[in-house]
């Protein structure tokens, strides 16, 4: 079965390569408008994501990045946009067609921009399970939408494999739907259903703890919006099912002792009467100043049980700064 699905997930998207389809999938995050970067029709066309994976805090220094799944070259080219030098980006895609496509594009890519060349990204043939990728070489690792397709075995070893590329505290940045309802059996092992995205939904928490379970010491979940819904009339489902889009960067950084750091979002106001608040463990709080905290620091605050500090739910939505 497992094997099954690979090959209907290649078709899938041998023939996306082959006649480019606008509605394969839908990011939820607007296509990044950046000075001077002028992205080809045919590369928006083949935008086969749920999100974004470029963010630019990820990208000082001149990084080195891959980018597995590489679809029609968007995400690819606005990597390159940060690493402007000869094999800075690394595309990896197994089907041989969406490699031709994407090198097609990227040579429309050149012709549009001034600053783009070709030999900025090195497209190579491969699969997310065995990287051609020596250990401990790149910055920062990517991938949109891609690894929901996978069962659990090789969603665990399509993770391993990306840690074992990362240099220390490089970043792993994933775009995937997660789903909080169980999944049918029947949509769960559907083939067709599960290359397209819409049936390999986990929910949000177990995914967080399959990288921190791999090592990743730092999880950071910026973004998680609406994306798609199953219903009983058009799927075989008893109820509706509703499926997120979940934008995630996991930082190889060490497990500290008390464990993982995980951002979902959380907020810690201190209003009490004193100048600050100082848990006298790495944490202050300013005097009704906002500071972003991970989860475990947000529980171990709410267990004080202070009536001067409050702490927000998650939002979903963290984007660096505060403390864990």
């Known amino acids: 079965m497992k094997n099954g699905y690979l ?3 290649k078709d899938v998207y041998k023939e996306a390569a082959l006649n480019p389809d606008k509605g394969l999938c839908c990011t939820t995050t607007p296509v990044w408008q950046l000075p ?5 029709e045919k590369m928006l066309e083949m935008n ?7 963010n630019p805090r990820d990208l000082v220094n001149n990084p080195t990045i891959l980018y597995v799944g590489v679809g029609g070259g968007m995400e690819v080219l606005q ?3 940060f690493s402007r030098r000869e094999n800075g980006v690394i595309g990896i895609d197994p089907v041989t067609e969406m490699i031709d496509a994407c090198k097609e594009n990227l040579k429309e890519a050149e012709n549009k921009n001034a600053w783009f060349n070709s030999s900025f990204v090195d497209l190579r043939e491969g ?4 990287l051609p990728i020596d250990d401990e070489t790149i910055d920062v690792a990517a991938q949109n939408c891609l690894f929901n397709i996978f069962h659990d075995e090789e969603l665990e070893q399509a993770l391993k494999e990306m840690y074992r590329v990362l240099k220390p505290h490089g970043r792993l940045v994933l ?3 997660v789903c909080e309802q169980q999944m049918p059996g029947n949509l769960k092992h559907d083939e067709r259903l599960r290359a397209l995205c819409l049936s390999g939904a986990i929910p949000l928490n177990d995914y967080i703890k399959r990288l921190t379970s791999i090592g990743f010491g730092t999880i950071e979940v910026r973004a998680k919006r609406p994306y798609r819904v199953l219903d009983p009339k058009h799927y075989d489902t008893p ?3 509703y499926i997120e889009s979940v934008e995630i960067c996991a930082i190889k950084d060490p497990i500290p002792e008390d464990g993982p750091c995980v951002f979902t979002g959380k907020t810690a106001i201190y209003y009490g009467d004193d100048e600050l608040f100082d848990d006298k463990k790495g944490h202050v709080l300013l005097q009704n100043q906002p500071l972003a905290v991970c989860d475990k620091t947000a529980k171990a605050l709410a267990d004080l049980g202070r009536d001067d500090i409050f702490i927000s739910e998650s939002t979903y939505f963290y984007d660096g700064g505060g403390c864990c």
């Open 7 to 9: 090959e209907t997930t």
């Open 36 to 40: 001077g970067l002028d992205i080809p």
């Open 48 to 54: 086969y994501g749920c999100g974004s994976t470029v």
């Open 79 to 81: 990597f390159a946009y």
């Open 127 to 130: 699969d997310a399970l065995s």
């Open 175 to 177: 775009s995937d739907p």
């Open 239 to 241: 109820e509706l099912i």
